[in-house]
């Protein structure tokens, strides 16, 4: 379960209606500005030639034994613009001229947000014959779903933000609820990834356990949310908006537990054997990417090939294992390309208490796909989490 | 005599005349240079940052306008919500007592390197003093995590030497901010006072022992005062640069570390941590403005201050 971006829009991102031509080229020309300030890549046109295609993406996607195997079977070059966070991509996509991306990697919430933008096309599910091997909930996964029973996007990876502790101080009984984390002896003890999203959702869960739209709700829940975050507060000794922060903190015992998750998973494969993870009784949030085609893309055959490719079960083994991110794979037979250590560690292994399914199927169920505030601005929900972070801690 | 006085003087004027211009050439460089690297490095930037204050983001993309918006959502969030209020104090409040601990570390390092170590070692000393700022900002907050964590090189050393219950919390705390911060400022600072006082006359500093006055004496008397112009611009410049500095506060405070004002996350890490949640780069902007305004009246203040002594000194 690793801490990770895909934010909501913010309050001005208001609809534009009609604008004066000026203010659009004064617009792109600022966004230019703003775009090489975020590091986006210029693109030569020559860069468009057949046997090329680019690709905006979460990291880990672009490393070499995720990409190679594409490259080699298509005769061709992948280009990638990695950014962070749903909405970064989004002004990646808007501020770059048509047709600069052939395919886009979504987290699945925003792709809604592309969809009301016509930025991606609708995909036959025919045409993935790997989804057969997808876990149930990830071979139809709602947020991805198109008119005419089509899809909007194949999913690639997902994770949770469960508990990530340390197995010293936690125990496995304590993990099992998010209210642990007011126990006395975790004041100051608690790292949280510095987002108001995750924090906030699985906040709604716990003042509201195993709901399926902690984001859908109401001004009472949100307050509610908001006294919990605050209670919470005083145990919360590291902000970290990275998630080494995050990894350093544990080790170095500063933190025992974080509500980020898949921590372990870097821990263990570190030596550290002494951390675990899991997603507590009342749930938590779980984050989904998928691939799309890019509707304006000048080379959507190819494009539509490592769309497909992505879906395969031995690149979706290397994808969850990269260094940007560890994380799990919606395609179940990605065990076929792991060792046993591996499988153990990223939970492919039968769950004792559910006989018959894996533990990664059992986290799947206790968890909620993330989701953007539904009835409140998001503005509302960062001010809360915002007032959160000064409380005097 | 007048007729030999005339071709005396045509040769004489003509390349007075053509050193002056040659003067005011580079005069008109000397000045033209620094003003054009002012205007595009500093002038042209903070325009930007001023303008893009005032425009919006719609349908995710930055629009150009003249609108208040972001700058009263601000001011709504200032004292409740948000509070940022209390984020530019507990901003405030650690730079400026890093800017004093930090002037506190140097300021002694300086006077021994002008006033005990020999003339001929002082730029191999200074060399020494300014050779951490030649690592990465970044690599150097993470040395510190390793020896201020929890089982850091500090407490793992207090441990092995038997002091087991002597155990620091300091990783995650404004403490380890300001000595991330002190770290950073350090060769600068030694810099800036050296100068200052490798320029005090040593002959006042003989006169006032040959009249009697003790070293503590001459030190009080002659050299503190003579220093304070440095002093005070070290001071502002440490303040000012803390006040903006967001990695430390990061790394090696937690985002929010505690402080006797409690664990309040700095200003430039709530800006910081804003963008990162909208990407709103407009509202950052004009949060971004608020921080300059603040250094700005801190730079004033510091500059009035060094006015003021010197002319008091005079």
């Not at chain 2, 003509?14 to 040659?22: C, F, K, L, Q, R």
């Amino acid at each position: 379960m690793t801490g990770r971006k895909g934010k909501g829009s913010t309050a001005s991102s208001t609809p534009s209606g009609s604008k004066a031509t000026r203010r659009r080229f004064l617009g792109a020309a600022a966004a230019g500005g703003v775009s090489a300030w975020s590091g986006l890549t210029i693109f030569s046109r020559s860069a468009h030639a057949a046997g090329r295609m680019r690709v905006l993406c979460w990291p880990g996607y672009e490393e070499k034994p995720v990409i190679e195997e594409f490259e080699q079977k298509n005769d061709c070059k992948v280009e990638f613009k990695t950014y962070i966070g749903g909405e970064q991509m989004l002004q990646f996509y808007a501020q770059s001229p048509k047709g600069t991306f052939d395919a886009i990697i979504s987290d699945a919430e925003y792709v809604q947000k592309l969809t009301a933008q016509k930025a991606i096309d609708p995909l036959k599910a025919s045409d993935f014959p790997n989804l057969a091997d997808y876990h149930p909930k990830y071979r139809d996964f709602p947020p991805l779903r198109a008119p005419d029973n089509k899809i909007w996007a194949v999913p690639t990876r997902f994770s949770f933000y469960g508990l990530s502790y340390n197995t010293k101080y936690m125990s496995e009984e304590e993990a099992k609820t998010w209210n642990s984390l007011f126990l006395p002896k975790y004041k100051g003890k608690v790292a949280l990834f510095d987002w108001y999203l995750p924090n906030m959702s699985n906040a709604s869960l716990a003042v509201k356990p195993n709901n399926q739209t902690p984001y859908d709700i109401s001004d009472a829940d949100l307050a509610k949310v908001k006294e919990w975050l605050f209670k919470l507060r005083p145990q919360i000794g590291v902000f970290s908006e990275q998630n080494q922060g995050l990894v350093n903190a544990l080790i170095n015992e500063d933190a025992w537990v974080t509500p980020t998750g898949d921590m372990e998973i870097t821990l263990i494969g570190a030596g550290h054997k002494n951390f675990a993870s899991t997603v507590p009784d009342e749930g938590s949030i779980r984050w989904s990417e998928a691939a799309a085609v890019a509707a304006d893309s000048k080379n959507k055959e190819l494009a539509l090939k490592w769309v497909e490719y992505m879906s395969g079960a031995r690149v979706q083994s290397e994808l969850v294992y990269t260094k940007g991110f560890k994380a799990r794979a919606p395609n179940m037979k990605v065990t076929e390309f792991w060792n046993e250590e591996q499988t153990k560690l990223m939970s492919y292994v039968p769950d004792p208490k559910h006989p018959g399914q894996m533990l990664v199927e059992t986290l799947i169920d206790k968890s909620v796909p993330r989701g953007l505030p539904v009835k409140q601005p998001d503005k509302a929900w960062i001010a809360i989490y915002n007032e959160f972070k000064t409380s005097k801690g | 005599m007048v007729a030999a006085d005339v071709p005396q003087s045509i040769p004489t004027g003509v390349p007075e005349a053509a050193a002056t211009a040659g003067l005011n050439s580079l005069k008109a460089v000397g000045i033209g240079v620094p003003l054009l690297y002012s205007l595009t490095f500093f002038a042209a930037p903070l325009v930007f940052l001023v303008v893009l204050g005032f425009w919006l983001v719609e349908d995710f993309q930055v629009v150009p306008a003249l609108s208040l918006d972001n700058y009263l959502d601000i001011a709504e969030h200032m004292f409740a919500k948000s509070n940022y209020a209390l984020a530019i104090a507990q901003s405030l409040w650690v730079a400026l007592t890093t800017a004093f601990f930090a002037v506190l570390v140097c300021y002694p390092m300086v006077l021994a390197i002008v006033y005990v170590a020999p003339r001929s070692r002082h730029r191999l000393l200074l060399m020494l003093a300014v050779a951490p700022f030649w690592s990465s900002y970044v690599l150097r907050l993470f040395s510190w995590q390793i020896l201020l964590a929890n089982k850091g090189i500090v407490n793992s050393g207090l441990a092995w030497a038997g002091f087991e219950n002597l155990q620091f919390k300091l990783l995650y705390t404004q403490i380890a901010t300001r000595i991330g911060l002190i770290h950073y400022l350090a060769p600068i600072l030694i810099v800036v006072l050296y100068v200052t006082v490798a320029n005090i006359d040593r002959h006042l500093i003989q006169a006032a022992r040959d009249l009697g006055a003790t070293r503590w004496q001459a030190f009080r008397r002659v050299i503190l005062p003579m220093s304070r112009t440095g002093l005070l611009v070290s001071t502002s410049f440490a303040a000012i640069v803390s006040f903006g500095d967001v990695l430390s506060g990061a790394l090696l405070g937690g985002g929010a570390g505690a402080s006797v004002l409690g664990s309040v996350p700095l200003f430039s890490n709530m800006i910081m941590s804003e963008y990162a949640s909208s990407t709103n780069l407009p509202r950052t902007a004009a949060l971004a403005m608020i921080l300059v305004l603040v250094m700005v009246l801190m730079l004033a203040g510091g500059a009035a201050l060094a006015e003021r002594t010197k002319v008091d000194a005079g």
